[in-house]
């Protein structure tokens, strides 16, 4: 089964034909990812994880869960970048929105650590006051300064709360194997621990232990996950030609020769945000350098239409828009359907009658279709990436035609995708500034110029 489809009809005829051209290229570079030859291939662990390690890894998380012996009604992640937003896209799509006012005997979940604000860092120390928490510290190397921080306040409050031992058993460390700093402190406090794969980076790491033990704490579907990635891969590596992910690909690439700078990925389900979240960190971090890359924007419609919507109308021409589509995007309770229609009413005044009757989510699917119609005759390219419906097995195709398209992307730009240098630039003046042993000197120049 294809749980991605693209469609090109609105990419425009010009861009199409060069797409098509593209296409030989992008084979090629599909070719170096199988063959684990193409740039960074060191970090291509990602790539077909689910038969490779990932079925049996989940397995293991899912013994661990099932043995925990303490109660828990909340899962704190503390991560940032790649340790949190597919955990984060995953669960916002999938729970209820008012997760934590719900009687669903399911736990709820909260993120910390993602930024260093203190008057939030308050509101969550307040609310695990309110929960039984268990806390899972996602970092490599444990020494990225905010959710080291955040872990080192979080870790004084459950030991100041539950005392040690019971604060070590609810405390999951996601981290290095052997090295770094947060690897030390769990195993010297025994954490139970899981580790991230050497050949794995932040950003391709939603379906390893970074994204696997946290969903299974809130026990959502993780096999049903791996098995939407598993048939991503599958298709790539024995029906390539089927695949969306050569002509995503072929298509950004296009857009961007034709001067396009920015993509914007469109949904119409606000609890598809975090998806498009997610995507905007896998797309920047592995594209923007040299100079080079398409800009990953998001919107939420019709929302954004009321903000934002007029520059995308008739704003500079720069963009090229992906609008992600879910076929089925009904809610389900229970595994029933849950509809809401647009009731009758005697009154006219509102000046809705042609809506009556009407399911929310056609109307919904009109607007999408509308604006796609709409942008597209002001003259921005756009394509439609679609989805069978909001499931786990749903997302975890997603994750994998996302990780897929990008790593052909980004070598067809010539750049590695792996790579990061332009985070480090802002780390090493924040050191500086915080007096880190060694930056001195730079410390003092940096607050000359403030």
């Not at 869960?65 to 503390?78: F, N, R, S, T």
């Not at 700093?181 to 991230?196: E, G, H, P, T």
């Amino acid at each position: 089964m294809t749980y991605v489809k693209l469609n090109k009809r609105f990419l425009g005829e010009r861009l199409n034909a060069r797409a098509e051209e593209l296409l030989p290229q992008a084979r090629q570079h599909l070719q170096k990812l199988l063959e684990k030859t193409c740039v960074g291939s060191e970090w291509t662990g990602w790539w077909d994880y689910p038969k490779q390690r990932g079925y049996a890894l989940n397995e293991e998380i899912k013994r661990y869960v099932e043995q925990l012996d303490v109660d828990y009604d909340l899962v704190l992640v503390i991560g940032i970048g790649g340790s949190y937003l597919g955990t984060r896209a995953v669960s916002e799509a999938l729970l209820h929105t008012y997760q934590s006012a719900m009687d669903t005997h399911q736990p709820m979940i909260a993120y910390a650590g993602h930024h260093l604000a203190e008057a939030q860092l308050i509101e969550v120390l307040e609310l695990l006051d309110k929960r039984l928490p268990l806390v899972n510290v996602i970092s490599k190397s444990g020494t990225t300064t905010e959710p080291g921080v955040v872990f080192r306040i979080v870790r004084n409050y459950m030991e100041a709360r539950f005392g040690e031992e019971e604060a070590s058993r609810r405390i999951i460390c996601t981290t290095d194997a052997k090295e770094g700093a947060l690897r030390l402190v769990a195993d010297q406090k025994a954490y139970a621990s899981f580790v991230i794969p050497d050949d794995i980076g932040g950003r391709f790491s939603v379906l390893s232990p970074v994204g696997l033990v946290p969903l299974a704490l809130l026990r959502l579907d993780t096999k049903a996950l791996l098995d939407g990635a598993d048939a991503v891969f599958a298709e790539l590596q024995n029906q390539p030609a089927e695949s969306a992910v050569l002509g995503y690909a072929a298509a950004r690439l296009a857009a961007y020769e034709a001067d396009k700078r920015i993509e914007i990925l469109a949904t119409s389900n606000p609890k598809m945000s975090h998806i498009v979240e997610w995507w905007k960190q896998l797309y920047g971090e592995s594209e923007g350098k040299e100079h080079k890359g398409l800009f990953p924007a998001g919107m939420v419609y019709t929302t954004d239409l009321h903000s934002l919507g007029q520059y995308v109308q008739d704003g500079v021409r720069n963009l090229l828009e992906t609008f992600l589509v879910i076929e089925q995007d009904v809610a389900r309770r229970k595994g029933i359907e849950q509809r809401i229609r647009v009731p009758a009413q005697s009154s006219k005044l509102d000046q809705l009658t042609y809506l009556e009757g009407r399911f929310v989510n056609d109307i919904n699917r009109a607007a999408m279709q509308g604006t796609l119609l709409a942008h597209y005759d002001g003259g921005v390219p756009c394509l439609q990436l679609t989805v069978p419906d909001l499931s786990e097995r749903s997302l975890g195709a997603l994750f994998a035609f996302f990780e897929c398209g990008c790593a052909l992307s980004a070598a067809m730009l010539g750049v590695n995708p792996y790579d990061q240098p332009g985070v480090e630039a802002y780390k090493k003046n924040l050191f500086a500034l915080m007096g880190k042993p060694g930056t001195e000197a730079l410390g003092q120049k940096l607050r000359e110029r403030i």
